[in-house]
């Protein structure tokens, strides 16, 4: 049961999500249920819409500095909300900010500590094998970047076309593990996927924008026969 002072932290990774409302209802959600019960109040709800892996985020230290000014404990849905530096989340206690993740309320600081450490590894080890299998996929003679060769003739534009395919086949064939561990069953819809990608800080095919539910859709549509 909650007592005390306690700051909200949300944050979502794109503007869109932001805009939209996605994932910052189900963690004002959680943040409520957590604190549903007891002699709490709550002084303010902080929103950021910025990546996980960007150290550099202003309202996270409002969030912090009111915590302060307050002596209140900072509250977040996830411990993934609020940061995947180890560092980062060990500071929290030499800054003296109490906080808890509403999914793991029981864990200690040790706890805590022990998870960032293995979260920011995760997150190297995903950025590690997806440039390794990108550059397999290079070594094997498959096209990375588009076809750069005379326009004009249906011969170039089919050589395109193919380089266009191949570039885009290596992508999936690097992603599939990853998608593999994101959605193991298969079934979780198009937008969470989307927004798990665009959490973890994976690229897009074309290296530019943010993942959507249709760049999902082709990707399970290019990595369905290998898994059949």
């Known amino acids: 049961m909650a ?11 794109t503007d869109r999500q932001g805009r939209s409302g996605l994932g910052l209802e189900a963690q004002r959600a959680a943040v409520t249920d957590y604190l549903n019960g007891g002699a709490w109040s709550l002084v303010a709800e ?4 910025e990546s996980g892996a960007n150290a550099d985020r202003p309202e996270l230290a409002r969030a912090m500095a009111l915590c302060r000014a307050h002596r209140a404990t900072l509250v977040v849905a996830k411990l993934d909300r609020l940061a995947r530096d180890a560092h980062f ?10 906080f808890v993740a509403c999914d793991m309320p029981s864990a200690n ?6 998870m960032a450490v293995v979260a920011e590894e995760e997150r190297r080890m995903i950025s590690a094998r997806t440039k390794a299998a990108l550059a397999a996929a290079k070594a094997r003679g498959q096209k990375l ?18 380089a266009r395919a191949g570039n885009a086949d290596s992508h999936a064939e690097a992603l599939s593990p990853i998608i593999a561990r994101i959605d193991p069953a298969g079934t979780a819809s198009l937008r969470t996927v989307a927004a798990a990608l665009e959490a973890e800080g994976i690229p897009t095919p074309s290296g530019r924008g943010t993942w959507t539910p249709t760049a999902v859709a082709r990707l399970r549509a290019r990595l369905q026969p290998s898994s059949t």
């Not at 902080?46 to 819409?49: L, T």
């Not at 600081?109 to 022990?114: H, Q």
């Open 145 to 162: 970047g588009g076809f750069r060769g005379r326009a004009g003739t249906a011969a170039d534009t089919a050589r395109a076309r193919e």
């Open 46 to 49: 902080v929103v950021e819409i």
């Open 109 to 114: 600081r040790m706890t805590v500590g022990i």
């Open 3 to 13: 007592n005390g002072r306690f700051v909200s932290y949300l944050r979502v990774s």
């Open 89 to 98: 989340l060990l500071g929290l206690d030499k800054a003296g900010i109490d």
